[in-house]
């Protein structure tokens, strides 16, 4: 954290920032935490959350969807905010996970310099390894800030991506409900 804190004062001193004025002083160390703790978490594998698995005791083989899942990332190629929404939808066979893990998941793979591609591929993968089947779908719809605050500066558009694996690619009316435009 102490790396990234001097670095980040020395960017605001190459931007003709008066680092000893009291509104910037302590940026650098806010900064530093924020990116170690919060914004950029997911990169360290310590944070990865504990997911919680129960037995399928009721036979539930049917779809289960989790929909508008709220998460943050970061561009990998601008450091701006990436903001959107996932849902994500799976057929059980044995377990099921805990509602929230799947947030939590979600969360974590999205705390880091990400792009949405790799993103949506890596909630997938993990989602299928805890459960161990491949009948998974993404969908992730997500506001980027390179668009809309740099470049083009288009507010208006949005991106998004899906996977879809298993049972959850061959049935057009599962893909249907998680690309469906109401849940995001």
């Known amino acids: 954290m102490k790396l990234i804190r001097k670095k ?15 509104s910037i002083k302590d940026t650098p160390d806010r900064v530093a935490k924020m990116y170690v703790n919060e914004i950029f978490k997911g990169i360290n ?8 698995v129960f037995k399928n005791e009721y036979g539930y083989h049917t779809p289960l969807m989790e ?10 190629h601008h450091f701006v905010p990436i903001q959107g929404k996932a849902n994500i939808g799976y057929i059980p066979k044995d377990y099921v996970i805990g509602l929230s893990k799947i947030h939590r ?10 792009v ?8 997938l993968q993990e989602i299928s390894l805890i459960l161990d089947t491949e009948d998974v779908g993404v969908v992730l719809k997500a506001n980027h800030s390179c668009i809309s605050c740099r470049g083009v500066k ?18 057009p009316n599962l893909k249907a409900i998680l690309l469906d435009k109401n849940y995001q």
Do not use: W
């Not at 980040?8 to 009291?22: A, C, P, R, S, W």
């Not at 594998?45 to 919680?52: A, I």
């Open 8 to 22: 980040f004062k020395d960017i605001i001193e190459i931007l003709g920032f008066d680092i000893t004025h009291d």
């Open 45 to 52: 594998p310590v944070n990865k959350p504990k997911v919680t």
């Open 67 to 76: 929909l508008n899942i709220p998460f943050t990332s970061f561009c990998e």
């Open 105 to 114: 998941l979600v969360d974590f793979y999205a705390r880091r310099p990400q």
């Open 116 to 123: 949405q591609e790799r993103l949506t591929m890596q909630i």
């Open 154 to 171: 288009n507010m208006g558009s949005s991106t998004l991506t899906s996977v879809f694996r298993g049972k959850m690619d061959n049935d």
